[in-house]
């Protein structure tokens, strides 16, 4: 049966097509700087918010048309999985990520939730078979339920740490079983409130140990995938703990955590921490622990998570500059953590959502690997910084130089002259390198 009547394998077409079912840049085979398009960007589909999410918001209710969603409860997953696989089968994505709640009902015990996740765990691995269509990464929704409105590894209540630990180690054996190439951590709600009544000390330390007790079943188990924590810095809750990549490697170093993990990056968090997605890539990335990205962006006229498809072009360029200069994302990739707008509530829109999408981040790779053959960043910063290359500016870079040193050279040194750094030149050149890509 086919849920996308309308829509066949969507094709590469070239910047010239005025077919909305194709792509215009992304073409999987076109390399780049030695690697394939595919290959570079490892594009994923997010199952919540492409089959579950339905167009409601907290002034709304939903109104998705959904021609599968005929059934309830354990059926409707089932006919998800067949949906999903014809969507990514359609669509070309080599990768799919979940929740473990998008994919099974919860029961009304961990028992019978867990009896629900086999069903469809063994029914998507029967789909990844005969596609061989791969799970980028899996995670365990501990933030929906009523159980975790103080926390979940942070908690006040040590039953329901207990409770979130059991979901884990079920997601952990799901990603075994599924072949997972990654682990993603989201501390939906892992903060506070108020300080009034919070133990941050112990909220924290049990944050550690939780991550700690993960890594130990994994090893049991026998699951060798990447480990990812995904910043955000608030909603639901004023302040997370997974605040920005900053503080989120802060934490990992201090709990010594650091040769576990890495960083699932997501541009709409950098917006709501007050970053550009490029800061907060480039700071995962100059300490080695950029590992997957969730690709999206926000509204800035708007103070929440929107979850738009990517299409700014130029913020686009930017991140994959970082990612190709990371030497890539490894075992992670491009995921859509991205809705499309509640006006848009045809199932096709699905299809143009992540087309373009899909093209902007292809566009966005071929741009970024001009700039990086023709060393166009590269140069900028050498000559901004040519004054520590030689003289003073090489004796502090070395060490060699100290207060005593540094006082007699500035006494003999009283003119001091600066030099522009042409910011406006040089993203009007940035610019061009955008227009001019083919």
Same mark, same amino acid.
């Given at each position: 049966?086919?849920?996308?009547?309308?829509?066949?394998?969507?094709?590469?077409?070239?910047?010239?097509?005025?077919? !909305?079912?194709?792509?215009?840049?992304?073409?999987?085979?076109?390399?780049?700087?030695?690697?394939?398009?595919?290959?570079?960007?490892?594009?994923?589909?997010?199952? +919540?918010?492409?089959?579950?999410?339905?167009?409601?918001?907290?002034?709304?209710?939903?109104?998705?048309?959904? !021609? +599968?969603?005929?059934?309830?409860?354990?059926?409707?997953?089932?006919?998800?999985?067949?949906?999903?696989?014809?969507?990514?089968?359609?669509?070309?994505?080599?990768?799919?990520?979940?929740?473990?709640?998008?994919?099974? !009902?919860?029961?009304?015990?961990?028992?019978?939730?867990?009896?629900?996740?086999?069903? #469809?765990?063994?029914?998507?691995?029967?789909?990844?078979?005969?596609?061989?269509?791969?799970?980028? +990464?899996?995670?365990? @929704?501990?933030?929906?339920?009523?159980?975790?409105?103080?926390?979940?590894?942070?908690?006040?209540?040590?039953?329901?740490?207990?409770?979130?630990?059991?979901?884990?180690?079920?997601?952990?054996?799901?990603?075994?079983?599924?072949?997972?190439?990654?682990y993603v951590f989201w501390g939906g709600?892992?903060?506070?409130?108020?300080?009034?009544?919070?133990?941050?000390?112990?909220?924290?330390?049990?944050?550690?140990?939780?991550?700690?007790?993960?890594?130990?079943?994994?090893?049991?188990?026998?699951?060798?995938?990447?480990?990812?924590?995904?910043?955000?810095?608030?909603? !639901?809750?004023?302040?997370?703990?997974?605040?920005?990549?900053?503080?989120?490697?802060?934490?990992?170093?201090?709990?010594?955590?650091?040769?576990?993990f890495k960083l699932n990056l997501e541009?709409?968090?950098?917006?709501?921490?007050?970053?550009?997605?490029?800061?907060?890539?480039?700071?995962?990335?100059?300490?080695?622990?950029?590992?997957? #990205?969730?690709?999206?962006?926000?509204?800035?006229?708007?103070? +929440?998570?929107?979850?738009?498809?990517?299409?700014?072009?130029?913020?686009?360029?930017?991140?994959?500059?970082?990612?190709?200069? @990371?030497?890539?994302?490894?075992?992670?990739?491009?995921?859509?953590?991205?809705?499309?707008?509640?006006?848009?509530?045809?199932?096709?829109?699905?299809?143009?959502?992540? #087309?373009?999408?899909?093209?902007?981040?292809?566009?966005?790779?071929?741009?970024?690997?001009?700039?990086?053959?023709?060393?166009?960043?590269?140069?900028?910063?050498?000559?901004?910084?040519?004054?520590?290359?030689?003289?003073?500016?090489?004796? #502090?870079?070395?060490?060699?130089?100290?207060?005593?040193?540094?006082?007699?050279?500035?006494?003999? @040194?009283?003119?001091?002259?600066?030099?522009?750094?042409?910011?406006?030149?040089?993203?009007?050149?940035?610019?061009?390198?955008?227009?001019?890509?083919?």
């Amino acid at each position: 049966m086919s849920y996308f009547k309308n829509v066949n394998k969507i094709q590469y077409e070239g910047a010239e097509s005025t077919n !909305p079912l194709a792509f215009k840049h992304y073409n999987e085979n076109e390399v780049v700087l030695g690697k394939s398009m595919k290959d570079h960007l490892r594009f994923a589909v997010a199952y +919540w918010h492409t089959l579950t999410m339905n167009g409601s918001d907290p002034f709304g209710q939903g109104n998705m048309i959904r !021609p +599968w969603e005929t059934v309830s409860g354990l059926d409707l997953a089932k006919v998800r999985v067949e949906v999903n696989f014809e969507f990514l089968e359609k669509l070309g994505a080599p990768y799919f990520c979940f929740h473990d709640v998008d994919i099974a !009902p919860e029961g009304e015990t961990l028992k019978e939730s867990n009896e629900n996740l086999d069903v #469809i765990v063994a029914k998507i691995k029967e789909g990844m078979k005969a596609t061989g269509v791969k799970l980028l +990464w899996n995670t365990a @929704n501990m933030f929906s339920n009523p159980r975790y409105v103080h926390g979940a590894a942070t908690t006040s209540n040590a039953d329901v740490f207990a409770y979130a630990a059991a979901q884990v180690k079920k997601g952990l054996e799901t990603a075994l079983e599924l072949g997972a190439e990654n682990y993603v951590f989201w501390g939906g709600r892992e903060g506070y409130e108020s300080l009034l009544n919070t133990d941050m000390g112990l909220e924290l330390d049990n944050l550690a140990r939780f991550f700690n007790m993960a890594v130990d079943y994994a090893k049991e188990i026998g699951f060798k995938g990447q480990f990812l924590i995904e910043p955000k810095p608030k909603e !639901p809750t004023k302040h997370q703990y997974d605040f920005d990549a900053a503080t989120t490697i802060a934490f990992l170093q201090k709990y010594g955590l650091q040769d576990h993990f890495k960083l699932n990056l997501e541009a709409n968090h950098a917006t709501l921490a007050g970053h550009t997605f490029e800061h907060e890539l480039r700071v995962a990335r100059i300490n080695n622990m950029l590992g997957s #990205i969730d690709a999206n962006q926000g509204d800035p006229l708007l103070g +929440w998570d929107t979850d738009e498809f990517p299409t700014d072009l130029y913020a686009v360029t930017l991140a994959m500059y970082e990612i190709l200069q @990371n030497g890539g994302l490894g075992s992670g990739g491009v995921n859509f953590d991205a809705k499309v707008r509640r006006g848009s509530f045809e199932p096709e829109d699905l299809f143009y959502a992540h #087309i373009a999408g899909m093209d902007s981040f292809a566009k966005g790779l071929k741009v970024a690997g001009k700039l990086i053959e023709d060393k166009f960043f590269d140069k900028l910063i050498e000559e901004r910084y040519a004054s520590f290359k030689t003289g003073i500016g090489a004796d #502090i870079v070395s060490g060699k130089a100290n207060f005593k040193t540094l006082e007699a050279y500035a006494l003999q @040194n009283s003119k001091i002259v600066n030099k522009s750094n042409h910011l406006e030149l040089i993203k009007a050149r940035l610019n061009e390198y955008i227009f001019s890509a083919k």
